[in-house]
């Protein structure tokens, strides 16, 4: 029998303004990353309700990223900032759930930044690929 | 550029950052003990950024430091220079005690009078 | 039900190369809702917009999905060419299967996977679309500037050359700012009142232009084209319209010991006083803590004088209501205070001065009329020391200056120290310098003229102290090229002062709901791209209220700043952004976390009558939107904890929705 291999699921919330047009700029230099990655585009990073997050992995994400523009950059100027404390707040309560740290992530990617794009969703996908499968917030209903 | 053991245990002693300074020179400006000095508070400062340590240890300029703080008061920066001497000071003093007691003087010291803890704590006292 | 025409763009061999765009359109044609799905090889040509229009009719869709290029490149495209065809233009979702799909992934079958699982996500975010109409709103003609700077002025009469009528409010008793107390100005030298007041005449003249002086903003409401504002007018005990400036009044004055804030305070003014001859407006003022007659009744002397009877020592503050589209702020700097650097002995001795001190002191419309005296004795001096970046460039930890460079010193004190050696040769002038900074147009030119030229005395390195010893100044001071400690006795020492936004400026900025940095610069919409811009919507940027500046950068922005309003104010209305928040009323319970979050101040709360269930009726405070304010960041959906608040275009049903799309 053959192994299948694993192939995570990853949701990226991206940032109209700075993280999705540094994934575009990715694009443009032609930076590949894995296609596990699926992005979803949002006004702004404090546009995020962890609710989505966990809505995320309940429907089976192996992982999630939120991308923003660097503290201090953000478009609607103090948005990143309410990211960042809610983020915080999310980890903690995931650290809780017993959720591996590693399946969320907050990264700050400007539009300017397409390598830096491509690294970090390279990297985040190997971490969560070897971290395997998201079992403990799954909910096997949501499968068909 | 490497970081020697020295230099990053002299930063570490005194907390103070080198790499915050401008070079304005406004210690010196300010220093009290200026002319007893071969290396002045500035380049105190910027020897120690450059790992250029040795020569600062062999200088009686150590010890013209009134350690009046004026520099650190004056210091736009927040560099703090006295702070600096100083530890070129303990650095000295360090290297000075060092392993005056190897582990093989020991044995000979032995005897039934000497309290064997005064054996241990004078070896910890006199070895780096 | 929605009917969605999905179209998949081949993009030439861009997406058709890596993504089997057939499969595509096969696979989305399964997805809920969709009823119509096609292939097309440049979908954002004519030919291919054409077919979406001749689409929309014939399968009547009510909803577009369009997989292609980056929303950021072709959203405005796809949605005009919705609105052609007589859709709502919000009815269209782009899925990125360009950027994000076959220009990163290089495996046919990959790309095609994950495009499927793109179009999926936007299929899914379409069936929730609803459509979305921008508010409208009305544009007050009218633009207010705050501060009468030379920034201030030049904005004003921009705008008012326009054609739109703009008031300034300026909390001194005439406009003219800093640049008016300033002598020559560098790297030309030309002399500042020379190029100032004909601007303040002009602005007094000019008459689409009012000034209110001795004013200050004391309340601001509305949004961008609909500002309230409050403008308190502080009584100057002089009626404005009937006082002729003839200066009578002034002569008579008995109180004359108040400290002149317009010479720094080194002479003295009486209590009814005009700041300087060119003052704009003209009028006197009387200063209520020094004149007798206010304070205790005894006196009247200026009413007496006074022919065209303009005193009124019963005048009361006024406070002035009017309509503005356009606010800029102008609110300019101040030399920081010295009281921290008791190493230069600024409050011991009289001869250690600040730059704008020197500058008064040279002016020839100064307290010495232009003679360069020692404010102790009168004494010519004969040498000079200046010293640079006091209180610029400190570090945070030291809590006595700023931390960044105040930009204008350098040049400053280029120009005083070769002034002083062009007018005063037998004087020896040292600058202690840092670093020079000079980069603008022709100004290393200048640095260097006053070295080699002048031969003034630049040394590397910093005064460490100044100690006052009979009439003279001691100065210790370190040269660094030449390692030597210096010791100079000085006549007069010049305190290159940081400059530091206006006290008036952190209030004014809480009033606007615009933000400002921890200096309290006010904050630019965009560093690079926005420089003139505050984040909020209809307030906007002019000289150093935003970082330090010269004039020529000052001026620049102000012109920038005016012709922002300029096409502000030429639109008869607004059309807003409609992807904004809207709050459900039947579930916001009036916590307002909503309002705390909001960086622009949209969010206001109102007290609203409600059919309770039990058919009597409750009055409930609840959150509103103003959606001419809203720029649809979403912070507020996040904060709102009973999930009231929702943003239009990015609900959370629709974010959910793809969520699942992907995770399906």
Redesign the interface.
Known sequence: MQVKEFKP?I?AFCC?WCS??G??L???N????P?EV???????S???????IL??FQ???DGVILCGCHPGDC?????NY?TRR?MAMLFSMLDFLGIERERTRVEWVSAAEGAKF?AVMTDFAATVKALGENKRLEDLRCKK | MNKSYLQEDLLRMSGVNPRKCMQCGKCSATCPAYDEMEYHPHQFVSMVKNGDIEPLMKSQSLYRCLTCFACVERCPRSVEPAKLVEAVRLAVIRQQGANRMTANDIPALLDEDTPQQLLVSAFRKYTK | MQRIGVFVCWCGSNIAGTVDVKAVAEALKAEPGVVFSTDYQYMCSQAGQDMIKESVREHKLTGIVICSCSPRMHEATFRKTAAAAGLNPYMVEIANIREQCSWVHKEMPIGTEKAIILGKAAVAKVNLNTPLTPGESPVTKRALVIGGGIAGIQTALDIADAGFPVDIVEKKPTIGGKMAQLDKTFPTLDCAACILTPKMVDVAQHEKIRIFSYSEVSEVKGFVGNFDVTIKKHARYVKEDVCTGCGACVEKCPMKKVPNEFNLGMDNRPAIYIPFAQAVPKVATIDPNACNMLKNGKCGLCARVCTAGAIDYKQQDEYIQEKYGAIVVATGFNPISMDKFDEFAYNQSKDVITSLEFERLTNAAGPTAGKLLRPSDGKHPHTIVFVQCVGSRCDSCAQKGKEYCSKICCMYTAKHAMLTRDKYPDTEVYVFYIDVRTPGKSFDEFYRRAVEEYDVHYIKGMVGKVTPQGDKLKVQASDLLSNKQLHIDADLVVLAAAIEPDKSARPLATMLTASMDTNDFFTEAHPKLRPVESPTAGVFLSGTCQGPKDIPETVSQAGAAASKVIGLLAKDKLKGNPCVAHSNEQMCNGCSSCERVCPYGAITYEDKEFRMPDRTTAIRRVAAVNPAVCQGCGACTVACPSGAMDLRGFMNEQIMAEVDAICK
Do not use: E, Q, W
């Open positions: 699921l949701v109209n999705y047009a994934a575009d990715a694009g443009n032609r930076l590949n990353y296609a699926k992005i979803i585009r949002v006004p702004c404090c546009r995020v309700n962890p609710m989505f809505r995320a429907r089976g994400a478009h609607y100027t103090s948005g309410y809610r491509s």
